[in-house]
């Protein structure tokens, strides 16, 4: 078993150790029970091995070659701004 350390806002612990207190359960006991339970209800869906691919963009289709990003850039920014 690991021991980790966790952060509850000051309401929340009231009520976790209460409930605890309630049911002659530890906290740490309610904490395992909880994640368990929240783990069954949003399981992780399997990735079957080989079947995975890499995420496809569309681009949009729009081709601008490297070299003139920095002008095209250029002229947008001047395009913008507003006269003085």
């Keep these: 078993m690991v021991r980790t350390?966790?952060?509850?806002?000051?309401r929340l612990y009231?009520?976790?150790k209460?409930?605890?207190?309630d049911h002659e359960l530890s906290l740490a006991?309610?904490?395992?029970?909880g994640l368990e339970l929240f783990l069954a209800r949003y399981p992780q869906p399997p990735v079957?091995?080989?079947?995975w691919r890499l995420?496809?963009?569309d681009g949009g289709g729009i081709k601008v070659p490297l070299e003139q990003?920095?002008?095209?850039?250029?002229a947008e920014e001047s395009?913008?701004?507003l006269p003085l």
């Design 5 to 10: 350390q966790i952060q509850l806002p000051d």
């Design 14 to 16: 009231r009520q976790a």
């Design 18 to 21: 209460a409930f605890a207190a």
């Design 29 to 33: 006991e309610i904490t395992r029970r």
């Design 48 to 51: 079957p091995l080989g079947q």
């Design 55 to 57: 995420p496809c963009v």
């Design 69 to 74: 990003l920095g002008e095209i850039a250029a």
């Design 79 to 81: 395009g913008r701004s």
